[in-house]
C-alpha cells in the first residue's frame, strides 16, 4: 500500500521560500503516476499548487505559476514543493497526493492516496 | 472563484437519498472525481469517472454525469456520511486540475 508523509518547517516568514517535501513509501515515484501538491487555507476549500510526472515533466496552478517548482528526488522517493516569496495568503494545509490518469470514456484525473497534510503558516 | 461550481451547503434526513451536483464547461470533456473530507482529515476519493468506486467505499456512494454537470448520489445516508464533498476535473482549457468550492452536507 502507498503511503504518503509531508514534512516541513511549519513557520515560514513572510518573503521567504517555503519548502515542503512528501516522502513516498510502497511505490517508487520513478515508475508510474503524477505526484501532485495540493493546499487547504484555514476553513477554506481544496486548491490544486502543482505536480511532476514520473517522466520529469511538471505542471502548475497558472495562478502559483511565477513562484511554484516541484521536483523530486528518485533516489530517496521523495518530490518536493518550493514556494517563493510566501505571504499570509499562502498560510494552508499542505498535502501531497498521487495522481492517476485513467481513459473511462473520456479522461478522469483522481488522487487515489493523500498524505496527512502539513500545515504551514507564514507569519513574522 | 472556481471553475467547477458547487452548492454550498445540502443537507438530508438519515436514511434518505440525496445528490451533490458539480457544473463546469469542462465536464462537457473531462470526468471528474469526488472526494470526501471530514474535519481534520485528509480527502478520501469516493468515486472517479462517470461511476467507478474504490475498494473499500460503500456501495450507497455512486455518481453520474449528463451534459456540463456531474452528480454524487449517496442512498440510504448515514450519520458518518456528514462531511465537506469536492468535485474534481481539469478547467476549461484542460490544461490544468481545478477543484469545486466543496459542499457540506450535513446529516439531520
Known amino acids: 500500500q502507498v503511503q504518503l508523509q509531508e514534512s516541513g518547517p511549519g513557520l515560514v516568514k513572510p518573503s521567504e521560500t517555503l519548502s515542503l517535501t512528501c516522502t513516498v513509501s510502497g511505490y517508487a515515484i520513478s515508475s508510474d503516476y503524477f505526484w501532485d501538491w495540493i493546499r487547504q487555507p484555514p476553513g477554506k476549500g481544496l486548491e490544486w499548487v502543482g505536480s511532476i510526472h514520473h517522466s520529469g515533466s511538471t505542471y502548475y496552478n497558472p495562478s502559483l505559476k511565477s513562484r511554484v517548482t516541484v521536483s523530486v528526488d528518485t533516489s530517496r522517493n521523495q518530490f518536493s514543493l518550493n514556494l517563493d516569496s510566501v505571504t499570509a495568503a499562502d498560510t494552508a494545509v499542505y498535502y501531497c497526493?498521487?495522481?492517476?490518469?485513467?481513459?473511462?470514456?473520456?479522461?478522469?484525473?483522481?488522487?487515489?492516496?493523500w498524505g496527512q497534510g502539513a500545515l504551514l503558516t507564514v507569519s513574522a | 472563484s472556481s471553475e467547477l461550481t458547487q452548492d454550498p451547503g445540502v443537507s438530508v434526513a438519515l436514511g434518505q437519498t440525496v445528490r451533490i451536483t458539480c457544473q463546469g464547461d469542462?465536464?462537457?470533456?473531462?470526468?471528474a472525481s469526488w472526494y470526501q473530507q471530514k474535519p481534520g482529515q485528509a480527502p478520501v476519493l469516493v468515486i472517479y469517472g462517470k461511476n467507478n468506486r474504490p475498494s473499500g467505499i460503500p456501495d450507497r456512494f455512486s455518481g453520474s454525469a449528463s451534459g456540463n454537470t456531474a452528480s454524487l448520489t449517496i442512498t440510504r445516508a448515514q450519520a458518518e456520511d456528514e462531511a465537506d464533498y469536492y468535485c474534481n476535473s481539469r478547467d476549461s482549457s484542460g490544461n490544468h486540475l481545478v477543484f469545486g468550492g466543496g459542499t457540506k452536507l450535513t446529516v439531520l
Open positions: 469542462s465536464l462537457r470533456t473531462y470526468s
Open positions: 497526493a498521487r495522481r492517476r490518469q485513467q481513459w473511462l470514456g473520456s479522461w478522469v484525473y483522481y488522487f487515489d492516496d
